[in-house]
Nanobody, 118 residues
Framework: QVQLVESGGGLVKPGGSLRLSCAASGFTFSSYVLTWVRQAPGKGLEWVSDINSSGVSTYYTDSLKGRFTISRDNAKNTLYLQMNSLKPDDTAVYYC???????????WGQGTQVTVSS
């Protein structure tokens, strides 16, 4: 069955960096768009970034461009999110998901908590 397992979250100070990973199994990883979304405490889901199946094309929500970088390793069936210059507003649970195109997604991981605090 399709599984997406996030890791790499934790507590980091403002200005710090984290790299999230999402290990995938149960499907042909290299055939799918993948995504990161996040949910801050008390708020709804916020789309963060998408990457196409080959990894050549990436997309970001405007407010995060330049600080976050999405990437993938199709040989390792793993998706990444490099987060730099972290701010307290980046505190959220981060989820990876499998895309079907046209902004639709069908499977999600369990999430990893990122807390940015001094």
């Amino acid at each position: 069955q399709v599984q997406l397992v996030e890791s790499g979250g934790g507590l980091v100070k403002p200005g710090g960096s984290l790299r999230l990973s999402c290990a995938a199994s149960g499907f042909t990883f290299s055939s799918y768009v993948l995504t990161w979304v996040r949910q801050a405490p008390g708020k709804g889901l916020e789309w963060v970034s998408d990457i196409n199946s080959s990894g050549v094309s990436t997309y970001y929500t405007d407010s995060l461009k330049g600080r976050f970088t999405i990437s993938r390793d199709n040989a390792k069936n793993t998706l990444y999110l490099q987060m730099n210059s972290l701010k307290p507003d980046d505190t959220a649970v981060y989820y990876c998901g499998r895309g079907l195109g046209y902004g639709t997604y069908d499977y999600w991981g369990q999430g990893t908590q990122v807390t940015v605090s001094s």
